[in-house]
Nanobody, 121 residues
Framework: QVQLVESGGGLVQPGGSLRLSCAAS????????MGWYRQAPGKPRELVAS???????NVADSVKGRLTISRDNAKNAVYLEMNSLKLEDAAVYYC???????????????WGQGTQVTVSS
């Protein structure tokens, strides 16, 4: 069983900063891609940023230059540094990982429980 646990959400004023963290635990052989998605009320879930094990990233145009993704392979962790936050960044942020569990030949996508980011003055 693999679990993803997020932390770091909260309330911030426009222009403020937050850092989200997500750690994967369980019977993990390897982790390919890790990433962050977000979902605002009434909107579909969207990719914010993803990062593969080599460190190469894919970042949504709407957050480029403001949100930075990184990972620590030794800790099976992924982070999202969020700066210059805007009202439209408010959403539930979900951690995501494509994991090959121990003893499995396949990879599976796992999700965290989500962490709320509220941007309000």
């Amino acid at each position: 069983q693999v679990q993803l646990v997020e932390s770091g959400g909260g309330l911030v004023q426009p222009g403020g900063s937050l850092r989200l963290s997500c750690a994967a635990s369980g019977s993990i052989l390897s982790i390919n891609t890790m990433g962050w998605y977000r979902q605002a009320p009434g909107k579909p879930r969207e990719l914010v940023a993803s990062i593969i094990s080599s460190g190469s990233t894919n970042v949504a145009d709407s957050v480029k230059g403001r949100l930075t993704i990184s990972r620590d392979n030794a800790k099976n962790a992924v982070y999202l540094e969020m700066n210059s936050l805007k009202l439209e960044d408010a959403a539930v942020y979900y951690c995501n990982a494509i994991v090959q569990p121990t003893g499995s030949q396949r990879q599976y996508r796992y999700w965290g429980q989500g962490t709320q980011v509220t941007v309000s003055s």
